[in-house]
Every structure is written in structure tokens, then in C-alpha cells.
């Protein structure tokens, strides 16, 4: 049963236009969300994270929001690069579960010029 | 040398060889992690060291060995293993294992065939 889904293996957006990465989760024991970057032949690198008391983070060009009604998040970023284009993994995790992480599947994000 | 360091990044051995996974951390954190990724599916949680104490087996196969002999340093043994075994091997660190909120840094990964 996989806890965190990210339903778009791949999406591809035009450079200068806004990506849009989406994230759903199913237990309700959540109430930290990060996002993750990776190249190919790297590790994951912490992007942006969100805590369940807020429902906007931003930094940069990267804003996630999170919508605890409908246990979903997404990740902006506005405007995509083609330095963008990597997987973006979400992530999830909830106080007193220690610090460990469910990940998503991932999603392949291609920024065209 | 800084952030995490995984050796070697690419393994090839035999269902009946023995081989270590190496990952060491430079950032003076306290807790470690090894993560199994196969393609198309998400990164599976293996195991949890929190000053070097064993604290989470993810009901992993007793093929795999963890060993960490001191907060720097963390080690995969492997034996007689599968081809389904074959993915990447992250191995991350976070500052804490008991307090959720820290991002973990990961390293490069080992990706390792079994054939």
C-alpha cells in the first residue's frame, strides 16, 4: 500500500512556464512534506519542505502547497529552467514516527526550450 | 571530502559472492540510513542507525547485513544475493533519528547488479 503517490511519472513544460508536480498521500498522521531533486547518476537533494500548520511555502522559484482537506500537495516552479529537468520525489513524514521517510514514486520533469 | 560519500558507485557480483557497500558522512550528523530504489517503484526504507544503534529493519531479507561501526560510517554487506536485488542503494544521514523535520542528505548511491 504506498502511502505516497505521485500519479505523473513524466511531465513535460516549456522554459519560462510554470511546472506543476503533484502529490497525494493517504495517512493523515503526515504533517511534514518535503520535496526532493534528482539528476541522473545522483543522490536526492532536499529541495523545499512544508509542515501541516501551514498550507504555502515558498523559496525562490519553488512554492509548495499543501491542501490537508484533500491530502494533497504540489510543488511550483515558476519560471522552469532547462537546469530543472530532473525526478522530483516527494516525501513525507509525522511526529513521533522518528525521522523516517515515505517516499513517492517520482516524476520526470523535462523543461524544453 | 563533504556531505556523504558512497563506495563504490557501480557493483556487478555473482548470486554466490560476498560484497560491502561503504558510506561515510562528513557532516557531524547522528543518525544514518539505507534505502533500496527500484526502478519504478518508490525508495524503500532498509534500515536506521541512530548512534550506531540499530533502530529500524524494514523486514529486510537477512542477505543484506548493516554494520556501523561508529556515527560516520556506514556499511551494506551482501551475500547470496537475487537478481530482484539488483537496484540502487542510497545511503543518506540526517542530524537526528528521533525527531522528524530533518531532511536527510543522501549520497550518490551504489547501483549494483546481481546477475
Known amino acids: 500500500d504506498q502511502q505516497v503517490k505521485q500519479n505523473s511519472p513524466s511531465l513535460s513544460v516549456q522554459e519560462g512556464r510554470i511546472s506543476i508536480l503533484n502529490c497525494d498521500y493517504t495517512n493523515s498522521m503526515f504533517d511534514y512534506f518535503l520535496w526532493y531533486k534528482k539528476y541522473p547518476a545522483e543522490g536526492p537533494t532536499f529541495l523545499i519542505s512544508i509542515s501541516s500548520i501551514k498550507d504555502k511555502n515558498e523559496d525562490g522559484r519553488f512554492t509548495v502547497f499543501l491542501n490537508k482537506s484533500a491530502k494533497h500537495l504540489s510543488l511550483h516552479i515558476v519560471p522552469s529552467q532547462p537546469g530543472d529537468s530532473a525526478v522530483y520525489f516527494c516525501?513525507?513524514?509525522?511526529?513521533?514516527?522518528?525521522?523516517?521517510?515515505?517516499f513517492g514514486t517520482g516524476t520526470q520533469l523535462k523543461v524544453e526550450l | 571530502e563533504t556531505g556523504v560519500t558512497q563506495t563504490p558507485r557501480h557493483l556487478v557480483m555473482g548470486m554466490t559472492n560476498k560484497k560491502s557497500l561503504k558510506c561515510e558522512q562528513h557532516l557531524g550528523h547522528n543518525a544514518m540510513y539505507w534505502y533500496k530504489q527500484s526502478a519504478k517503484k518508490p525508495l524503500e526504507l532498509m534500515f536506521v542507525y541512530s548512534l550506531e544503534e540499530r533502530v529500524e529493519n524494514n523486514s529486510v531479507p537477512s542477505r543484506f547485513s548493516p554494520e556501523c561501526p561508529n556515527s560516520s560510517h556506514l556499511f551494506l554487506h551482501l551475500h547470496t544475493l537475487q537478481p530482484e536485488d539488483s537496484a540502487l542503494y542510497l545511503c543518506?544521514?540526517?542530524?537526528?533519528?528521533?525527531?522528524?523535520?530533518?531532511?536527510?542528505?543522501f549520497g550518490s548511491g551504489t547501483r549494483l547488479t546481481v546477475v
Open positions: 516525501a513525507a513524514s509525522f511526529t513521533g514516527g522518528g525521522n523516517k521517510l515515505t
Open positions: 543518506a544521514s540526517s542530524p537526528s533519528a528521533g525527531i522528524s523535520n530533518y531532511g536527510y542528505t
